[in-house]
C-alpha cells in the first residue's frame, strides 16, 4: 500500500479566490490521479498526473480551471481556481500500489466548501 | 454514460445479517474490480478485489462473487455489524489500458443496525 497525507484537510472559501491542495505519497510514484467527489455522489476522476509531463485531464475538467504541479516523484499540486459555490466537493489525490498499475491507494482528502 | 452501475443505492441491515451490493458493467476489457468501503470524512479504502478468471474471493467477512458472463459482480458482507456502516463503491480498470482510470459505480450507503 502506500501512504498518503493532503493538506489542508478542510477549508472554506469565498467565491472567486483560487485553493492549493498538496499531496503527498511516502514513496516515489509514477502517476497519481486527482478526483472530485461531490456531496453524497461517487468519485470523478478530474486528472492523471504523471512527474515530468502536462497533466491528462478527463472531460469536463480544463487545466485554466484546475492546473496540476508535479514537481517529484512524490508531490503534487491541484489548484482549484476562481471557485464557485459548485465547487465544493472533497478533492482527492491518488496513487497505485507499489509494483502495481491497477491497485489504487486514496489520500485522506481535502473538504473544501466555497460561500 | 455510467461505466459502472451499482445497486441498492442505500441498505439498512440487522447485526448479524448479510449485506449485499451488486454492480454490473458493459465494457469486456475491464479485467480489475475493486471495492472500496468509505467512513464520513476518510478517503475510500481499498476493501477486496478481483480478477475475472476466478468467480469467488473471500477475504474475512467480505466475499466478492463475480459471473463474467453476466457482466455482473457483487460484494458480499456476512455476518454484518454495525462497524461495517459506510459508503461502499464498486469499480473497474481496464489493467492494459495506459492510463489505467477507475470507473466507480454511484455507492451504496449502508446501515448496520445494532
Known amino acids: 500500500s502506500a501512504v498518503i497525507s493532503q493538506k489542508p484537510s478542510r477549508d472554506i472559501c469565498q467565491r472567486g479566490t483560487s485553493l492549493t491542495i498538496q499531496c503527498q505519497v511516502d514513496s516515489q510514484v509514477t502517476m497519481m490521479f486527482w478526483y472530485r467527489q461531490q456531496p453524497g455522489q461517487s468519485l470523478t476522476l478530474i486528472a492523471t498526473?504523471?512527474?515530468?509531463?502536462?497533466?491528462?485531464?478527463e472531460s469536463g475538467f480544463v487545466i485554466d480551471k484546475f492546473p496540476i504541479s508535479r514537481p517529484n516523484l512524490t508531490f503534487s499540486t491541484l489548484t482549484v481556481s476562481n471557485m464557485s459555490p459548485e465547487d465544493s466537493s472533497i478533492y482527492l489525490c491518488?496513487?497505485?500500489?507499489?509494483?502495481?498499475?491497477?491497485?489504487?491507494?486514496f489520500g485522506p482528502g481535502t473538504r473544501l466548501t466555497v460561500t | 454514460q455510467q461505466q459502472v452501475k451499482q445497486s441498492p443505492q442505500s441498505l439498512i441491515v440487522q447485526k448479524g445479517g448479510i449485506s449485499i451490493i451488486n454492480c454490473a458493467y458493459e465494457n469486456t476489457a475491464f479485467d480489475y474490480f475493486p471495492w472500496y468501503q468509505q467512513f464520513p470524512g476518510k478517503g475510500p479504502a481499498l476493501l477486496i478485489a478481483?480478477?475475472?478468471?476466478?468467480s469467488e474471493k473471500k477475504e474475512g467477512r467480505f466475499t466478492i462473487s463475480f459471473n463474467k458472463s453476466a457482466k455482473q459482480f457483487s460484494l458480499h458482507i456476512m455476518d454484518s455489524q454495525p462497524g461495517d456502516s459506510a459508503t461502499y463503491f464498486c469499480?473497474?480498470?481496464?489493467?492494459?489500458?495506459?492510463?489505467?482510470?477507475?470507473?466507480f459505480g454511484r455507492g451504496t450507503q449502508l446501515t448496520v443496525w445494532p
Open positions: 469499480a473497474a480498470s481496464d489493467r492494459g489500458s495506459t492510463l489505467g482510470r477507475l470507473y
Open positions: 491518488s496513487v497505485y500500489a507499489s509494483g502495481t498499475s491497477y491497485e489504487q491507494y
Open positions: 478481483i480478477r475475472p478468471d476466478v
Open positions: 498526473a504523471n512527474q515530468g509531463s502536462e497533466a491528462t485531464y
